[in-house]
């Protein structure tokens, strides 16, 4: 079982940054790759960013490339989205989530998901 908690989400205006971080709770965090997903209202839940369970292979939604960063420190059982140069459209529900599958952009493949913070980028 893993339980995971989100935090860092907030307002901020378009161009500026923000880092989510994901605390997780349990031994088997680092057997766990993790993804990073949003909703925004009206729409269905996507794919934002993933990184396998050794913090070696990184992956990431055409939309958030070269603006969002995805880091974990298995130490601290906690994964981070670090997001720069936000845009607008970038508003949303932030959800972390663990899958036992290996990497994946599908979230039928997850297994555990926090609650979800709302970042909101302003124009």
């Known amino acids: 079982q893993v339980q995971l908690v989100e935090s860092g989400g907030g307002l901020v205006q378009a161009g500026g940054s923000l880092k989510l971080s994901c605390a997780a709770s349990g031994r088997t965090f680092s057997s766990y790759a993790m993804g990073w997903f949003r909703q925004a209202p009206g729409k269905e839940r996507e794919f934002v960013a993933g990184?396998?369970?050794?913090?070696?292979?990184?992956y990431y939604a055409d939309s958030v490339k070269g603006r969002f960063t995805i880091s974990r420190d298995n130490a601290k059982n906690t994964v981070y989205l670090q997001m720069n140069s936000l845009k607008p459209e970038d508003t949303a529900v932030y959800y972390c989530?663990?899958?036992?599958?290996?990497?994946?952009?599908?979230?039928?493949?997850?297994?555990?998901w926090g609650q979800g913070t709302q970042v909101t980028v302003s124009s």
């Open positions: 990184i396998a369970w050794s913090g070696r292979s990184t």
């Open positions: 989530a663990a899958t036992s599958w290996g990497t994946s952009s599908r979230p039928m493949n997850y297994d555990y």
